[in-house]
């Protein structure tokens, strides 16, 4: 089996770069191919970095506070540009503030997430998740 | 070493003001002689300069958190809340307007109005204006700061000066490397040319504005040779521009003798090269900057690196402290929880601001060795630049002179790894570019190996990833499982 | 210095055993060869001698909570909850069963069961008896000691020991002076005997008991010299009885280089007086109390004062430290405040036990200080006691030449008169009868006048009282207002 | 007039010493004539010292959290040995634990005190209401 496409980003004009290096070195080393776009990415760059490399899913983080404005939407605009069914993942600081976990993960669903992760995310079951997730679009989807 | 940047010229910075005060609708509010004699006319007790330099006079250490909500009414209230708790008020930007996206900016005060929380992770001081602007100043009792990380800030910064905000945070390096992707680093120095030449034009005209360059740069792993070069840098490039109160930070890396040396180095290098170029007629104080990389959840852990990070702003005599709270690795903290690192802070502050500042001969060892690579350093930058700081700053980073660990940067070459010793020093590994003087490389490469040695596994980036976790894991040395 | 105090003999201890038992009804249920197996069939990590000598070696540094209730089923609750926070156990005793008022103690529990909450300050060990006991210990899975303040532990020892506790806190001067009114010296001293003999017949028996007399004494500006006297002595005494474990203490004064100087020549005292009575075959380790007057209300700033006592304990390399909780000014704290306590503790002690501990000239001056001021006590208790420790001591408090401030007993002279110099260290204005070597004395004063002149005042009680209250009102120094 | 005669001390096992040391200074120094009875003094104790001194008022501490089975009935007593009308003030860590201060004063209140206050108690308007109260029952009482 060829190795999951992934796209990494952090959206917005978020410049917290950290988060995301470490993101790049572990999904490598667990087998994804990943495309890290680094920091203060748009929706339609993460979109055309994923129609590009024909990548399974977009992981996109937001730690700055302003991921709820910057998310809007996404979903649909994955939609219009002709890829809806791409696994999405969100993660980080999501909102402003300490607000409750089911509280954000909702609002992020309500974008069009598949998955949503704190920064307290536990990345061996992310990567679980992934895989499963990547697997599961893979067969009816191309 | 001797620069010959000169000040923009008054012709040059006058055609530049034009276009960045009609960049956005509010920057026709400013009117620089109306602002100079606003200033003037504001009780002395609301200059951050001054506040400083006093401050500094008698060896205390003053508190201020930050804080920048995006509704004007709410800000006001958040500060005024504050201003009891600490001694200097911030007023933290959103990162819509760091970017000079005022048009979302506007979008995000919409949208906080209509939810009635804010939206924004700061004030969107150019969307408010100089009116409302000063409606903050005004309404408070303790000297306000501009804190962002703005690359290009002159209406940021024309706005807020003339709104009365005495002090600014930020530079052409250190508002750029940590903060964006792809601004080049001659342009946001250039910009931030034009914020000193115009805090040196309130200067000139008897109002003394401070600045302070961002010390902790990506707050992760950063050897304080590199935030201390860049520091250095930023000052003199803003005393060139006429500036006299700047304000040298730190960000704490968490070994006491490394920080408190630190905070010691800092203030010398300063004076060596300040004094060097010929400025005498400047004040010159620092901050410390509590742990800037990721926290733990946990409040009370939290509360415990806040405290201690107020130690050590104690123990090395930082002018001021800038303090977290116990929500820093959750959000945006609430107004209770910003008093509350306040209050952690003060107490532990209070307690040590007696007491004599920390000098063991450890610690004089360490500053020895940071002052010896900031000079190579700066040695280097005077070369590539042959006369310009500017230009040698630009080709230093370049070549990989300067290397901020960690940063967004595509103007930064990111080949410096830094990695923790068995002391919990921050300790560079492989030095990239940086010309790290051989027998102080040598010394970190000993640290490091000793390090190696007892976790029996060489050096390598995932000791790093562990160094980076470990605070917010409650350690300070990533060990291996 | 020879001292020949000898152990008590079997026949006289079994005889006041028998007497000692027979107390109260649950002290029929010791039997001492039981007990022993017991222990013997303890998992090692149970055992408080092994964990203490073990983080020693290591350099560690431990952490343990204060946690008491008066219900059996509610203690092991609370100590099941803290022990995934600490490194050691307590059980704290509470005040009646200090004074031998078991039958106050048992309205205690009566009325607790009643009311749904503790009513008492601690946990009533004698009453609940043997069996109730061991069934905490076994219920958890880290070392548990007996804390407390009884002038006569002897049958609160004899049962806790047989259930397995594996530390005893206290001393015959610690435990009386600052606990009770008018408790004859002579009295707790030889109560104190039995329980270190009763340890010793442990030791014999190949049950390793540790023993850590208490070394805060009043808590509130007690000079390092006073309680490391203290310290020393109990030391000895518990040593003269067989004994093999000990664990020193001192409790944070709060200026840095004091305390941390406290610490040094703790351990260093300790080992001093005991090879030189001719001990060879026993284990030293220490422990710091985070600060044991007056807390703040506020509980930010408590963290604060917490978080600045982890990072001395670390910095001066205690063993392990006592924890003190955001509650403290309020009351006996809930469970989760308990363990915030040791959240913020553990991540500052884990922050700083890879740094290594602090070592500077004014440390090692301070060090002397205190040690040739101990050395002088201990040489006027040698002369008073001609050959007995205890008969010395006894007359060292009736003489003044050990005297501990603001303790309640009538046996305590009451003469010396602690207050705080410019630095916040604690220093003697009146040393009543101690016989502190001159030229200290004079630096003492030399320090106290240094302060007066900056405060404008001179000398006095009610700068004394300002130094009480000043921690808790957010200083360190007491300063007028 | 005569200064107000005031016993203080500490109920009950409990050895806490440095405020009471510290009240004792205050008390005195604002012209009080003050009967101290140290830690650890028991209602019949404290009775006895006021019945001796001719006291119009008992001070009691209470520190370590025995203070509710301590105090219980302290009124009583003093009705029982016929110094019914003496003015009963309590302070200090009245409870086991952080309660609200509201429910303490009601407790202690209906054990008979006349005024109940915190660790957090303000001196100086102590003594005034204890000037006040000793006049006020100076009057009617003898
Ligand atoms: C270091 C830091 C900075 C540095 C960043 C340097 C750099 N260029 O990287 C500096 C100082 C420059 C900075 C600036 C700012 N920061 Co900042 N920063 C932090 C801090 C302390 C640590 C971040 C970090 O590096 N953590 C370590 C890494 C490894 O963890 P991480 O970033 O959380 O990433 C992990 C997880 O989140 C998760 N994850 C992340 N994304 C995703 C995505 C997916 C799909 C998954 C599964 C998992 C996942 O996995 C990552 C790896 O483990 C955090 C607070 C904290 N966490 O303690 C604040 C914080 C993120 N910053 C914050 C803010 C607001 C700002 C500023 C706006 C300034 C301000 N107002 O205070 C500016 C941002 C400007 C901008 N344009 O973005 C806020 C965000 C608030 C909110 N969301 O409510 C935080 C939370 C602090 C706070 N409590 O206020 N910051
Ligand atoms: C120092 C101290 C000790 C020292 C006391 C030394 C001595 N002999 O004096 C030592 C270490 C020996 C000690 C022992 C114990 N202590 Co203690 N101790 C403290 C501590 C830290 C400070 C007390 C102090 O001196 N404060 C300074 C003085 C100036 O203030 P103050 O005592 O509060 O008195 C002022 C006010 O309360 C008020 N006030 C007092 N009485 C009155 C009366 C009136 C009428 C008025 C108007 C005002 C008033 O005015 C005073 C002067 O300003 C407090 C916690 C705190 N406050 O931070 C705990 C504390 C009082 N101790 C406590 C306990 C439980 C104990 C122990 C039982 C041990 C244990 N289980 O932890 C033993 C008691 C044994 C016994 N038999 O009594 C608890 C009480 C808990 C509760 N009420 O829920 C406290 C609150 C700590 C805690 N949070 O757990 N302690």
Sequence with gaps: ?142 | MIFHDAPISQAELSEQQLEVRSSWPTGAEVNFDESVQFHRELDSSLNMAAALTAADAQGAVLVQPRAGVALLSEHIRLLTYLQDHCDLLPTTIDAYTRQNRYQEAEKGIARSEESGHSLLNGFPAVNHGVAACRSVVEALSKPVQIRHGTPDARLLAEITLAAGFTSFEGGGISYNIPYTKDVPLQRSLRNWQYVDRLVGLYEAAGVRINREPFGPLSGTLVPPCISHAVAVIEGLLALQQGVRSITLGYGQAGSYVQDVAAMHALRELGHEYFTEAGFTDYELTTVFHQWMGGFPESEARAFGVIAWGAAVAAMGRATKVIVKTPHEAMGIPTMEANRQGLEATRQVINMLSDQPPLDAPEVQAEADRIKSEVRAVMTRVAELGSGSLLDGTVRAFEAGVIDVPFAPSRHNRGKLLPVRDLNGAVRIYEPGNVPVPPEVMEYHRACIAERAKHEDRPPCFQMVIDDIYAVSKGNLVGRPK
Excluded at chain 1, 1 to 9: E, S
Excluded at chain 1, 99 to 112: K, T
Aim: proline residues 3%; glycine residues 12%; charged residues 20%.
């Design chain 1, 1 to 142: 089996m060829r190795p999951c496409v992934i796209v990494l980003g952090v959206i917005g004009s978020d410049c917290h770069a950290v988060g995301n290096k470490i993101l790049e070195a572990f999904f490598s080393d667990r087998g994804f191919t990943v495309v890290n776009l680094g920091v203060m990415v748009s929706q339609d760059e993460f979109i055309d970095a994923a129609i590009e490399t024909g990548a399974s899913a977009v992981l996109v983080s937001s730690l700055y506070g302003h991921g709820e404005i910057d998310c809007a939407g996404f979903r649909d605009r994955c939609i219009e540009r002709g890829i809806g069914d791409i696994v999405l993942y969100v993660g980080g600081n999501l909102v402003i503030g300490k607000r409750e976990p089911a509280e954000i993960q909702q609002l992020y669903h309500s974008m069009g997430f598949d998955r949503v992760f704190g920064p307290d995310a536990d990345l061996d079951s992310v990567a679980e998740f992934l895989a499963a997730d990547c697997a599961a679009k893979a067969v009816p989807a191309r």
